[in-house]
């Protein structure tokens, strides 16, 4: 038995100095990035890899479909944009509302839509998201389709000034790093393991006395709340919020996003949010139709490797330590 | 296993006493009445058996039981206060800790992390989203100790998915046991497996009962005739018959339900 937990310790460690490089490299490289890159582009990416990371939370550590993540995240940067435009409130607090609205737009979802499972579960959030489509559409404070425009980045803390790119840049750096971070320890946590036996087997879970329906709770609401963040966030970096991202076409592209990156395994969504976004800006520039290209490219993720990018990765690695 | 005619005779001395009871039990499912006026009595400490051929009611009285299905009429007592309108992930917090017929096991999961699930909650961290997870690790001792019993220590580390049937089954009880149930509710625990694997998997209900009380659906009588202290028939929602196996066995309308479908409790 004590061999076994020393083999056990042992590609932990394995598993876990191989986790420390990925992870130094990553930040070594996101750190030199925007001295080589386009910062809004890398922005944008981080946006939507942390967007992507959220919603992998879900449908990744607790078998939950949504299909309207979108009206987190699009709804979440209009309370940004508003609050920093129209309030005059600092960035931190325009974040910092962002995500509490997030959290309980995604409390009243959670509540409506976690006793329905599969297909059920997924259409009642798409139709929720709807709904906060249109208001988004009508409500006067979001100005319809023309958004609202010019948002201020200001000063972070008082202290930083946002109107530099490259201070923008490692902000929102910082607070990618930061909802990864939240949601590595999530995973590894008490509370994920109770996640994973539920997505694995639900009645197994509630025979063993958990109340799945509060977990799943749980887990909906830390998504919402880290899309919404990730939302507002995008409204400061583009100091723009818009009908785009309450589309049902956003929570479309998440989805996409979290399935080619590999849903279930926590770099896949970075990677998937990634490819995505710089598809879609280098194909702007071509006169090549973005979502029929994307589309293809999902089409042969799915026949080809099914785990997604990063599924598959880890599923050829010997030593599966470090999902 | 030394200690078997003891705990045999400890059974006897507590007989007298229900831990679980069923009172006019129905189950309707749009109008065909799948289980009906059934009354059956658990006593502490045996191991008791509700058998039954297809179709006779047994997996929607043991949903029942377990509170996966809601009773249309009837009362479920358990140690005498009434748990008909309890939730089921409550009453396993109470000690009744059911096991499913298809192996229920959290495939993706280690076998250490499946037993460790169930060890956790009494922790009360379970909600704890921010708390690392090796403060399970106190949990890793305990969590051993069980898979030692069911003898799966060289595949602790091992995902429940890479297990054979037979070991999946193990698992399965020893995750029921890390909750330490005062009663275990066990589905069908020896359908689908080879003689060799029935016979292993027997002798751990056996051992197991030892100080708890077990209830469990067979679909045949003979493989619970030596395992069991008393057995329930059922056929077409009702309760035809109970006793011990030489009663039972020799109750002509038993041998009749079981010559209805096709075989005299084979094994």
């Known amino acids: 038995m004590t061999m076994q937990t020393q083999a056990l310790r042992r590609t932990g460690v394995e598993a876990g100095s191989r986790r420390a490089l990925l992870i130094g490299g990553g930040l070594l490289l996101a750190l030199a990035a925007p001295f080589l890159l386009y910062p809004v582009f890398l922005m944008k990416v981080l946006c939507f890899a942390l967007f992507a990371c959220a919603f992998n939370l879900l449908i990744g ?39 509490v609205v997030a959290a309980g737009l995604g409390l009243v979802f959670g509540l409506i839509a976690i006793r329905r499972q599969g297909i059920y579960f997924a259409m009642i959030t798409l139709a929720l998201s709807q709904m906060v489509f249109f208001l988004a559409l009508q409500l006067p404070f979001t100005h319809g389709e023309d958004g609202i ?84 966030t995008k409204a400061l970096v583009f100091q723009l919020a818009s009908l785009t991202d309450v589309t049902w076409q956003m929570s479309g592209e998440v989805v996409l996003m979290t399935l080619l990156g590999g849903m279930g395994t926590l770099f896949g969504p970075v990677v998937g949010a990634g490819l995505v976004v710089t598809l879609e800006s280098y194909l702007a520039s ?38 | 296993m030394g200690d078997q005619p003891d705990a045999a005779s400890a059974r006897k001395v507590s007989s007298t006493d229900i831990i679980l009871e069923a009172r006019g039990l129905t189950k309707e499912f749009k109008g065909f009445v799948a289980v009906k006026e059934v009354n059956l009595q658990v006593r502490r400490g045996t191991i008791h058996a509700l058998i039954g051929p297809n179709g006779a009611g047994k997996s929607t009285v043991f949903n029942l039981l377990t509170k996966f299905l809601t009773p249309t009429r009837g009362q479920i007592l358990y140690k005498g206060r009434d748990i008909t309108r309890t939730k089921p992930a409550d009453i396993a917090c109470k000690g009744l800790v059911r096991s499913f017929q298809i192996s229920a096991v959290f495939p993706h ?88 694997d029935i016979e292993g998997t027997a002798d751990l209900i056996k051992r197991v009962a030892a100080d708890r009380t077990v209830l ?42 079981y010559m209805g479908t096709g075989g005299t409790g084979h094994a």
């Open chain 2, 216 to 257: 469990m659906v067979e679909h045949n009588l003979s493989v619970v005739a030596h395992l069991s202290d008393t057995i329930t028939v059922l056929r077409r929602g009702e309760i035809l018959a109970e006793g011990p196996y030489q009663v039972v066995s020799k109750n002509p309308q038993v041998m009749e339900a």
């Open chain 1, 149 to 232: 425009q010019g948002v201020p980045r200001g000063t972070l803390f008082g202290l930083f000034d946002l109107g530099q790119p490259l201070t923008m840049y490692y902000t929102v750096l910082a607070i990618f790093v930061a909802g990864f971070a939240l949601i590595w320890r999530t995973v590894h946590s008490p509370f994920g393991q109770v996640l994973k036996a539920i997505r694995e087997n639900e009645p197994r879970a509630v025979s063993l006395g958990y109340r799945t329906d509060r977990y799943k709770l749980v887990a909906f609401v830390l998504s919402a709340s880290l899309a919404g963040l990730a939302g507002g």
């Open chain 1, 61 to 99: 550590f607790a078998g939950l479909l949504s299909f309207g993540h979108a009206a987190f995240f699009g709804g979440a940067a209009y309370v940004t944009a508003h609050v920093v435009k129209e309030w005059g409130w600092a960035p931190e607090f325009g974040l910092l509302a962002a995500t």
């Open chain 2, 109 to 196: 999961l280690s076998v250490l992390e499946n037993v460790r699930v169930a060890l956790q909650r009494p922790l009360g961290t379970s909600f704890h989203f921010w708390k690392s997870e090796s403060s399970l690790h106190d949990l890793h001792h305990r969590a051993q100790e069980l898979i030692e019993a069911v003898n799966l220590t060289p595949w602790a580390n091992h995902t429940a998915a890479e297990l054979p049937y037979g070991r999946k089954r193990a698992l399965e009880i020893a995750t029921t046991l890390a909750l330490d149930p005062e009663v275990m509710l066990l589905d069908e625990p020896l359908a689908g497996m080879g003689h060799e």
């Open chain 1, 286 to 323: 071509t006169s090549l139709p973005v979502p029929v290209v994307i589309g293809c490219i999902f089409v042969v993720c799915v026949l080809v490797f099914r785990r997604g990018i990063v599924g598959e990765l880890l599923a050829r690695l010997p030593g599966k330590g470090n999902r």
